[in-house]
């Protein structure tokens, strides 16, 4: 899938979720306290899910903008 960071942005957070989990490549994941930190990589920018772990939820998410995708 090759989606904008804007059309991705204007998304709700339930499918942002979806596609993240679905097409997104997973870089790096770390566990604190009962929260686990999943970096995923999509397109050209970069999205990390926070789980809580108790509830098997994402309690939200942050979007990053590759810097690599613009340099040349």
């Not at 995923?40 to 690599?68: C, M, P, W």
Request: aromatic letters at 12%; charged letters at 15%.
């Amino acid at each position: 899938m090759n989606i904008s960071l804007y059309d991705f942005k204007n998304l709700p957070v339930q499918n942002q979720s979806e596609i993240v989990l679905s097409e997104g490549r997973l870089m790096n994941e770390h566990i604190m306290n009962s929260f686990r930190y999943a970096l995923y990589e999509i397109s050209s920018f970069s999205v990390e899910l926070i789980y809580h772990t108790a509830d098997n939820k994402v309690a939200g998410l942050n979007i990053y903008q590759n810097r690599a995708a613009y340099s040349s």
